[in-house]
């Protein structure tokens, strides 16, 4: 059968930030509170050790202060954000040097409806693209791959 996997890995003029990401995204309608009442994130350490945490959602402020310590910046940091509205969400994941995110659509996955074996990567688009634009956003890539 295989399985499929879809992202859009996002690039950046200048490194960004968990909290310029997060910031742009709750103010047009997504959150960091996940279906499962907590806000998801990762931190990959030296040992490359990918950690991952939940938190309240009223401790955000703290946990994007982790994400973008100094000393995470060599090394991957994620976060999940979801759209209640529209109920579907994934990870982001800021890669060292914070100029490449990768968003993965991961949680509640949009279909496209008359190919519902494909990833609807242009609600995605249409959903992140605009409030990312005004994060520094130079360019995207967006794929998907069956194995």
Known sequence: MGSRDADIDFTFTHPTTARAIVDALTAVGW????P???????INDADDMYEWYD???GDIDEVLVRLDAPGNLPYTVAINVYHPEARTGGMFMFMPGRTKV??????ERRHIPVAPAFTDL???LHA???ALATTGLEGYEAKEIKY
């Open 36 to 42: 499962a009442g907590g806000v998801t994130h990762m």
């Open 102 to 107: 990768c968003f993965s659509p991961s949680i």
């Open 31 to 34: 959150s960091v509170d996940d």
């Open 122 to 124: 242009a609600w995605y």
């Open 128 to 130: 992140l693209v605009p």
């Open 55 to 57: 938190s309240c959602p």
